[in-house]
């Protein structure tokens, strides 16, 4: 079953500063979904990426798929305390998620 | 903007009692789900249900477990005998169109049911 890993397990970033997060999978990633949760709430959807060398853009935040290296990465670009939270890779019909990435954002 | 919407927020449960976790999904979509996440842990997928029928579901999703589409808006999770390691933060999730890559295919989350049993 595929699995998916992802990098850092948390981080904490000065107010404006720049952010990757990555997820790797297991196997062939043929697409990939982010979501971001706040904590004790619920998964808020952010991007769907649908096929390799894809990138996809919201406000501050870019997601890119490498399905080659069978991985997805999550840039967020001059951090604000809006952006801190838990962002959850998902894959696969019945989605595959992996553990979260905690940002915290210091202002 | 359309939402998932799930009741109660927190449910506490004696074990061995039986739970009932609500869920709205949003009004054209077709597809619902049933997640957990048990503190600390990631979120792991239950079961899918389409046209009044379970589509696919986990080996967690055994016997004690069951769902339902009582009338046109709610779709609920039932826990027959609830056991200490039931205790987790259920999330439904609904979307248009079935499991996949697409538009019409993004699974839509609530804000969850946090379940402690004791």
């Known amino acids: 079953s595929q699995e998916l890993e992802q990098s850092p397990q948390s981080l904490i970033v000065q107010e404006g500063k720049n952010l990757t997060i990555n997820c790797t999978s297991s196997k062939t990633l043929y697409g990939l979904y982010w979501y971001k949760q706040k904590y004790g709430e619920g998964l808020i959807f952010l991007m769907m990426?649908?096929?390799?060398?894809e990138e996809k853009s919201h406000e501050k935040i870019t997601a890119k798929l490498d399905e080659k290296k069978q991985q997805s990465s999550l840039h967020i670009t001059a951090s604000q305390p809006s952006h801190a939270g838990i962002y959850l890779c998902?894959?696969?019909?019945?989605?595959?998620f992996g553990a979260g990435t905690i940002l915290r954002v210091k202002s | 903007e359309p939402e998932v919407t799930q009741t109660p927020s927190h449910q506490v449960t004696q074990m061995g009692q039986e739970v009932i976790l609500r869920c709205v999904p949003i009004?054209?979509?077709?597809?619902f789900y049933w997640y957990r996440q048990i503190l600390g842990q990631k979120v792991e997928f239950l079961v899918s249900f389409y046209n009044n029928e379970i589509s696919e579901k986990s080996e967690i999703f055994d016997d004690q477990f069951s769902v339902e589409r009582p009338d046109g808006s709610n779709f609920t999770l039932k826990i027959r005998s609830t056991k200490l390691e039931d205790s987790a933060m259920y999330f439904c999730?609904?979307?248009?169109?079935?499991?996949?890559?697409?538009?019409?295919?993004?699974?839509?989350f609530g804000a969850g049911t946090r379940l402690s049993v004791l």
């Open positions: 990426l649908q096929k390799g060398g």
């Open positions: 009004s054209n979509h077709l597809y």
């Open positions: 999730a609904s979307s248009e169109g079935p499991p996949g890559l697409g538009a019409k295919n993004i699974q839509y």
């Open positions: 998902g894959a696969g019909n019945k989605l595959v």
